[in-house]
C-alpha cells in the first residue's frame, strides 16, 4: 500500500484507523456499550470487538467506508476471514439490495493516491470529533 507506508504518513493512517475504528465499534454498539458481530451475533463490549471490513482495509476507497465495516468479533474477523459471504447479506439488508456489490465495483477502483497526510489527519479528526459526540449521546465511555 504505497498510499501509507512511508515516513510520518504510517502515523497518520494508523491514527485515523484507530478514530474510525473507535467509531465504528459505538455506532454499532447498544446504551449499554454492548455490540453483536455482525456475522454470528455473538455478543460483546465495544473495546472486546473489532471494526470488521467487508472490502478488506488495503483497498483504499473503502478502507473508510461506512457501510463497509461494523463491529465484528475477532474469531470471524480474523480466523474466518470477514465472513464475507454472510457479511455481504447482512449489508444488503441494512442498506439495500446491491450494497455490498457497489463495495466490491468501489474497491476495485485504483490509481488515486487518496490518503495523503492532510487526507489522513482530516479522516482522525472527522471520526474523533464524531466518535465523541456519538459516545456522549449514548453514554458510553471511551
Not at 446491491?98 to 472527522?126: F, Y
Request: some cysteine; overall charge positive; glycine content about 10%.
Amino acid at each position: 500500500m504505497p498510499f501509507y507506508k512511508k515516513g510520518k504518513s504510517k502515523i497518520k493512517i494508523t491514527t485515523a484507523d484507530k478514530w474510525f475504528s473507535k467509531f465504528i465499534r459505538i455506532r454499532d454498539a447498544y446504551d449499554s456499550g454492548f455490540c453483536s458481530c455482525i456475522t454470528c451475533g455473538v455478543p460483546r463490549h465495544w473495546k472486546g470487538i473489532q471494526c470488521g471490513h467487508y472490502m478488506k482495509r488495503g483497498k483504499p476507497m473503502t478502507r473508510f467506508n461506512e457501510q463497509n465495516c461494523h463491529a465484528q468479533c475477532a474469531t470471524c474477523n480474523g480466523q474466518n476471514e470477514g465472513e464475507q459471504g454472510i457479511h455481504s447479506v447482512k449489508i444488503d439488508e441494512m442498506y439495500g439490495y446491491g450494497t455490498a456489490r457497489k463495495l466490491i465495483d468501489l474497491s476495485k477502483i485504483r490509481g488515486q493516491k487518496l490518503h495523503t497526510k492532510l487526507a489522513l489527519k482530516d479522516i482522525a479528526k472527522e471520526y474523533r470529533l464524531k466518535t465523541k459526540a456519538l459516545a456522549i449521546e449514548k453514554g458510553i465511555e471511551l
